[in-house]
């Protein structure tokens, strides 16, 4: 059964502190590792798709890293419009239907 | 590109009640599926359909659910009876096949 964990369950920052929020996974045979931001009372909007390791991608002041047991979400110099929910998800190789941890809720405070 | 849509946005029904929501996917996405959502917890698969055909069902789905994509372009979902405990979001969300999914702003429901 694939598992997703997020950590921390929630971060508060200064504006401009960068920090980085963590996605530990066990899943057999990754088919993709997923990125949203879900704002409150809304349906998460999808970031970034990493499939294998080694592979980063970035938008604006956040960069996705992956490795075979976890996946970074970096955010640079962050700003108060970026506070919200970050979903980490994974889809393995068994099913077409991805696991989604509980999020890691993110305050930038100006 | 108009995205996923949902109707309704919110629903505050009765114990017992009977609900039920619509997506509408993205149009060229010929896999969707439905989601729910509590508080403090990450979406929850509930079940999904490629075209018409429903091809995926959690055990999470009682026998109060079901869900219907008629033609392979809207679904929708309904519960039956609700419970207190059926008070979440409802998400929708559509993909192409093997290609990332993108969710719809969800329905809110409220059972009292």
């Known amino acids: 059964e694939d598992q997703v964990t997020q950590s921390p369950e929630a971060l508060r920052l200064q504006e401009g502190e960068s920090s980085s929020l963590n996605c530990s996974y066990t899943?057999?045979?990754?088919?993709?590792l997923f990125w949203y931001r879900q704002d409150p009372g809304k349906g998460p909007e999808f970031l970034f798709t990493?499939?294998?390791a080694g592979e980063e991608k970035e938008k604006e002041r956040l960069k996705a890293t992956l490795t075979k047991k976890e996946s970074f979400l970096h955010i640079t110099a962050p700003k108060p419009e970026d506070s919200a929910t970050y979903l980490c998800?994974?889809?393995?190789?068994?099913?077409?239907?991805?696991?989604f941890g509980r999020g890691t809720s993110l305050i930038v405070h100006p | 590109d108009t995205g996923v849509s949902q109707d309704p946005r919110h629903k505050i029904t009765k114990r017992g009640q009977n609900v039920t929501f619509r997506c509408d996917p993205i149009?060229?996405?010929?896999?969707l599926y439905w989601y729910r959502q509590t508080l403090g917890q990450g979406p929850e698969f509930l079940t999904y359909?490629?075209?018409?055909?429903?091809?995926?069902k959690s055990r999470l789905l009682s026998d109060r659910f079901s869900a219907e994509r008629p033609k392979g372009s809207f679904s929708t979902l309904e519960i039956q009876r609700t419970e207190q405990g059926d008070s979440a979001m409802y998400l929708c969300?559509?993909?192409?096949?093997?290609?990332?999914?993108?969710f719809g702003p969800g329905t809110r429901l409220l059972v009292l």
């Open positions: 359909f490629q075209n018409e055909a429903q091809l995926e």
């Open positions: 899943v057999s045979g990754l088919r993709g």
């Open positions: 998800a994974v889809q393995g190789g068994g099913s077409y239907i991805p696991t």
């Open positions: 149009s060229e996405h010929n896999r």
């Open positions: 969300a559509s993909s192409r096949p093997e290609e990332t999914q993108y």
């Open positions: 990493l499939y294998s």
